[in-house]
C-alpha cells in the first residue's frame, strides 16, 4: 500500500483539507490515521503556547551569587535583562514555536518532541554499539544497514534496505545468527518503505550472533528460515 507523504500528514494534522485521494486512504488505513492523530496532537500542544510559558529572569540575589562565586569583574559580570532582550526579538519566539512545531510535523523526530515511542525509548537516549552494511545475498539487487543501540535496558536492532518490493502472499523477517548461520534467531518483520526498529531479547549476546539477515518468508505455517535471504551483514566484534 503507497502512503501519503509525510509532509501531507503534516498539513492535514495543521488543518489543511486533505485531497480526495488522501481522505480516501485515511479512511482505509489505520496506521495513517494514527500518525495524523499523533502530529494533531503535537499541533494542539504548540498552539496553547502563551505569554506565560516564555522564561522569567531570577532574582537579582541569584546572578549577584554567581558573579561571586565565580569571581567575575567588569563586563563579565554584566547581565542583559530578559524584558530588553524580549523586546529586541518581539513575535521571533513565536515565529520559533511555529517552526518548532513545523519541524516535529515534518520530520522524523516526533518521538523524541513527545518524549515517548513505546518500548523502544528516545533515539536521543540511545547509545550506538555497532553498524554493518547488509550486502546482496544471491541474485539480490538490495543493499542496507544494520545498526544496535542500546537505549536505557534494552537492546534494540534498527535495519534499513530501501527499495525492497512487497512480497505476493509474504513478508521479510529480521535475524540474528552466528557467523556460519548454522542457528538463527527471528527478531521480527521488515515492512519495504520503512526502517526496522525491534528490541532485542533480552540476554542476547550479539558477539555470538552478529550476522544479521533479511530473508523473505510465507505464510505458510513454516516457523524456520526460508533459506531466501536478500541481504545479510557482518557486525563488527
Known amino acids: 500500500m503507497s502512503h501519503p507523504d ?6 492535514i494534522a495543521l488543518g ?9 486512504h485515511l479512511a482505509a488505513c489505520s496506521r495513517c490515521r494514527s500518525r495524523v492523530d499523533q502530529l494533531g496532537a503535537v499541533v494542539s500542544t504548540a498552539r496553547t503556547i502563551t505569554d506565560e510559558d516564555r522564561p522569567v529572569a531570577p532574582p537579582a540575589a541569584v546572578w549577584e551569587g554567581i558573579v561571586a562565586e565565580a569571581g567575575l569583574t567588569g563586563a563579565q ?5 530578559l ?9 521571533v519566539l513565536g515565529w520559533l514555536v511555529a517552526a518548532a512545531a513545523v519541524g516535529v510535523l515534518a520530520g522524523a523526530t516526533l518521538t523524541t518532541v513527545l518524549g515517548s515511542t513505546g518500548g523502544t525509548g528516545s533515539s536521543d537516549d540511545a547509545q550506538l554499539l555497532a553498524t554493518a552494511p547488509l550486502e546482496p ?4 539487487a538490495y543493499q542496507g544497514t544494520a545498526a ?7 537492546s534494540v536492532l534498527r535495519v534499513s534496505v530501501p527499495d525492497l518490493p512487497a512480497v505476493e502472499d509474504g513478508y521479510y523477517e529480521v535475524w540474528m545468527a552466528t557467523p556460519d548461520a548454522s542457528t538463527m534467531v527471528a527478531i521480527g518483520t521488515l515492512n519495504p518503505g520503512e526502517e526496522a526498529v525491534l528490541t532485542l531479547p533480552v540476554g542476547m549476546d550479539t558477539a555470538a550472533f552478529p550476522l544479521v539477515d533479511v530473508s523473505v518468508e510465507h505464510f505458510d505455517g513454516d516457523a524456520g528460515h526460508s533459506a531466501v535471504s536478500v541481504v545479510r551483514g557482518l557486525l563488527p566484534a
Open 77 to 81: 559580570a554584566s547581565v542583559t535583562s
Open 83 to 91: 524584558d530588553q532582550r524580549r523586546r529586541r526579538r518581539g513575535p
Open 6 to 11: 509525510e509532509a501531507d500528514l503534516a498539513l
Open 148 to 154: 544496535v543501540e542500546q537505549r536505557g535496558a534494552e
Open 16 to 24: 489543511e483539507p486533505a485531497s480526495a485521494a488522501d481522505a480516501a
Open 137 to 140: 545475498v544471491a541474485e539480490s
